[in-house]
């Protein structure tokens, strides 16, 4: 992006909201969610929804708070030093926030997966047994059966089988994103949050991640944030745009992929898609 | 400012290129020549150990019992001294070390008033000269708690003398272990108590593992804060109410106190200085296993 919108139009934002379809309820609710580090506002009074077994793409310029975004919604802010979440946050019935609320169980269902991959510095096995095992969702005896089934489904069965008791470090980045996947879907969580997934990785890599996260539509909520838009045009049922206003981050606009990227209702969005793509 | 890009966009002048001024091997040479004054230090002093005392060092010096106020004899009691007033000071300080380093370093926030209170005392207590620990020691274990000159006051003022080291040793390993894997396995839903049993601990063995070899070194040469504490009997101890005699202190002894012992104090010196090079290695390789095993299989 070589233009700067703020200069070129000079509106204020204002959320362009398209109310959601009845035949995709939502899953995940946002109400005037914000979240600060220290004094710095990472973004500002978001209220959203996103839709059940849909993906839905997260894209914006850097620093407008999509990482933010995605730990909040499994409640990994907790663990960043002086950051704290306002708002509330509905995913499923349960009222995330709330200090009431089990961040094991719900980080059992909300799975995410970083922008730089980060297997364990243990073998590849263990990778995905040690969550498995915690959780206590199998035993030792059927836990190889489903490491076996779940490296199947990422496609790494075959390239890994003969090793399984190496170092995850020993594999190729693509690989140890998809060994990722694998652990964060061994879980078999409900959402599946991922950042920049591809954003490491070369063409080839990437290109199986993304037919790998394509597969996981209508069984898995995905909530994908790219800065390719290209990636996001083809894959994304839903987007949103979040723009940087004032310092903090905004959503400026969601709704159906189509629409936020074709005819897109708000001049930021227009101005960024059009930057980004010339 | 047309005229600024264009200056700038011209090249450099070239680089020359001489083997003289080429700055890494500057500090190549200067590392090695660091590395082997050092390593030369430590060989005189072996060698030096060997040739004095190694005359004597053979295996019945190492079972018998001292005579002669040590002059002749072995130093089969004062070994197991130093092995009893070991085991106390690390039973006690190892445990309570790790425990600190780990609630330090993972169970609260960043400027949290009361750590950065635990780490400027730990650090100062580091800095303590060992006599001072000494007189806390006869003061605190020997007549307060009246446990009188015995092993249990000795390894307990050790304990407390090499706990500041050992914990904040260990406290860095913790930290080296990057924040990557503690947001990976939170975000699998993992407790922090498995994260660190099946994660953090074991990334982090070398440093718990230094922090351990650093403190029964400064324990093994310790003498200043064991003379009023462990006291300096030279019998075989029958339990830890008993006063015993260390290595470090028998040396002292032989060397200052009793004309004619100088040989037998060499000899001391080259078993504790063996014993300090076996206990480093043996640590080294115990942590290496232990990681092993908890990082790669099943
Ligand atoms: N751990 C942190 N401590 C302090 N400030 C942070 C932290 N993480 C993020 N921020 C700040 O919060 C804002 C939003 O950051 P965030 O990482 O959410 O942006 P992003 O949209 O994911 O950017 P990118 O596309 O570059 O990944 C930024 O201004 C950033 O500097
Ligand atoms: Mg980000």
């Not at chain 2, 106390?88 to 309570?96: D, E, G, R």
């Not at chain 2, 015995?150 to 860095?172: D, F, K, N, Y």
């Not at chain 2, 076996?278 to 990082?295: D, F, P, Q, S, Y």
């Amino acid at each position: 992006m070589t233009m700067t919108p703020d200069t070129l139009i000079p509106t204020k934002p204002v959320a362009v909201t398209v109310p959601p379809r009845p035949d995709h309820p939502p899953i995940i609710r946002a109400e005037n969610l914000s979240v600060r580090y220290g004094d710095h506002r990472a973004f500002d009074q978001v209220t959203w929804t996103i839709a059940r077994g849909r993906i839905t793409a997260l894209i914006g310029p850097s620093g407008c708070g999509k990482t933010s975004f995605l730990t909040c919604l499994n409640r990994l802010a907790d663990l960043v030093p002086r950051c704290s979440v306002a708002g509330t946050l509905d995913i499923d019935g349960m009222d995330v926030l709330s200090a009431a609320t089990d961040v094991i169980a719900l980080r059992r269902r909300v799975g995410m997966i970083f922008q730089k991959p980060n297997p364990f510095p243990v073998s590849i096995r263990r990778n995905i047994a040690l969550p498995l095992l915690d959780h206590r969702l199998c035993d030792r005896r059927t836990v190889d059966d489903h490491i076996e089934r779940t490296l199947r489904a990422v496609g790494l069965w075959g390239e890994v089988k003969d090793r399984l008791n190496q170092s995850a470090f020993c594999l190729s980045g693509g690989q140890q994103q998809r060994l990722c996947l694998a652990r964060a879907l061994a879980l078999k969580p409900d959402i599946l949050l991922l950042d920049e997934p591809c954003s490491a990785l070369d063409p080839i890599s990437s290109g199986v991640v993304e037919d790998l996260i394509v597969s996981l539509r209508g069984r898995y909520t995905v909530v994908i944030v790219t800065h390719n838009l290209a990636q996001a045009k083809r894959i994304a049922d839903d987007a949103a745009f979040f723009w940087l206003d004032g310092g903090a981050g905004r959503l400026i606009e969601h709704g159906p992929c189509r629409s936020v990227f074709e005819n897109p209702a708000h001049p930021l969005t227009r101005a960024y898609i059009h930057g980004a793509r010339g | 400012m047309h005229d600024q890009a264009i200056s700038w966009h011209a090249a450099w002048p070239a680089p020359r290129l001489s083997a003289r001024r080429n700055p890494d091997r500057f500090i190549a040479i200067t590392a090695w020549l660091g590395a082997i004054a050092v390593t030369t230090v430590f060989f005189w002093i072996v060698v030096d150990l060997i040739r004095l005392g190694g005359a004597q060092l053979t295996p019945a010096f190492i079972t018998n019992a001292p005579t002669s106020a040590g002059r002749a004899g072995g130093i089969g009691s004062v070994l197991v001294s130093t092995a009893l007033i070991l085991g106390v000071c690390l039973a006690v300080s190892a445990p309570l070390g790790i425990a600190t380093a780990i609630l330090l370093a993972e169970f609260t926030r960043e400027g949290n008033r009361y750590c950065t209170a635990i780490r400027r005392s730990l650090d100062t207590l580091a800095g303590v000269p060992s006599i001072v620990f000494g007189l806390f020691g006869y003061a605190f274990f020997c007549v307060y708690l009246r446990m009188g000159f015995s092993i249990l006051s000795g390894g307990l003022t050790l304990a407390c003398m090499v706990l500041p080291i050992l914990t904040r040793t260990a406290e860095q390993g913790l930290r080296s272990v990057p924040d990557e894997y503690r947001y990976a396995a939170a975000a699998v839903g993992m407790t922090r108590t498995q994260t660190l049993r099946q994660l953090l601990l074991p990334a982090a063995m070398p440093g718990l593992v230094a922090g351990v070899v650093l403190g029964v070194g400064r324990a093994l040469a310790e003498t200043a804060a064991l003379l009023y504490t462990s006291g300096y009997a030279d019998r075989m101890p029958s339990s830890l109410a008993d006063s015993g005699r260390s290595l470090s202190i028998h040396i002292y002894d032989l060397a200052m106190n009793v004309p004619g012992g100088e040989p037998n104090a060499y000899a001391t010196a080259l078993v504790l200085v063996g014993l300090l090079i076996a206990i480093n290695a043996t640590a080294v390789w115990l942590g290496e296993r232990w990681t092993h095993r908890k990082l790669s299989t099943a």
